[in-house]
T-cell receptor, first 112, second 113 residues
């Protein structure tokens, strides 16, 4: 099992460009989450999907959109990137029967 | 909404000694969970330990134990017999029944040989 995978690992964008961060899990988990981590800070929830077909906002949703493509995949889109979105982005997944969230390796995004 | 507070930005501990990392929480939920995650310099998030609000016994996982004091709203992590590989950032996090995690700001632990 690969667990939670994220692509790309690194990305540099110019202000105003758009991009989609991809996340996939092979553990048949119901819930998936997107977090961002700014330097020296804890993770903050951007969006989550409690189950296939549902998405909800977290603490810091502005400037982002998400798509739960199927049970395995949950993508995060930046429509018009801003320097304030420079961060490390983590995807996570969880099964209803478990308490633990399993995290992907992260995507380091820099917006110039 | 939950709030998680970690008041120790950085801690040092001598190898083989025990160390306690502090975490306090604030929530109006009746049912909640408290987690500790480790983030080494490589950046991945590693789950360490979990305590449910209704669990009467403090959680333990190997060298990690969670000192849960409900009346004080604290969920401190105790690492026994510290090892050099324990040097990392440690995050306390809380969740409600939706599974969403609220993280504290983290504590950097450095283990001295």
């Amino acid at each position: 099992n690969a667990g939670v995978t994220q692509t790309p690992k690194f990305q540099v964008l110019k202000t105003g460009q758009s991009m989609t961060l991809q996340c996939a899990q092979d553990m048949n988990h119901n819930s998936m989450y997107w977090y961002r981590q700014d330097p020296g800070m804890g993770l903050r929830l951007i969006y989550y999907s409690a189950s296939e077909g549902t998405t909800d906002k977290g603490e810091v949703p502005n400037g982002y959109n998400v798509s739960r493509l199927n049970k395995r995949e949950f993508s995060l889109r930046l429509e018009s990137a801003a320097p304030s979105q420079t961060s490390v982005y983590f995807c996570a997944s969880r099964d209803y029967s478990l308490v633990e969230q399993f995290f992907g390796p992260g995507t380091r995004l820099t917006v110039l | 909404a939950q709030k998680i507070t970690q008041t120790q930005p950085g801690m040092f501990v001598q190898e083989k000694e025990a160390v306690t990392l502090d975490c306090t929480y604030d929530t109006s939920d009746q049912s909640y969970g408290l987690f500790w995650y480790k983030q080494p310099s490589s950046g991945e998030m590693i789950f360490l330990i979990y305590q449910g609000s209704y669990d009467e016994q403090n959680a333990t996982e190997g060298r990690y134990s969670l000192n849960f004091q409900k009346a004080r709203k604290s969920a401190n992590l105790v690492i026994s017999a510290s090892q050099l590989g324990d040097s990392a950032m440690y995050f306390c996090a809380g969740s409600s029944n939706t599974g969403k995690l609220i993280f504290g700001q983290g504590t950097t632990l450095q283990v001295k040989p």
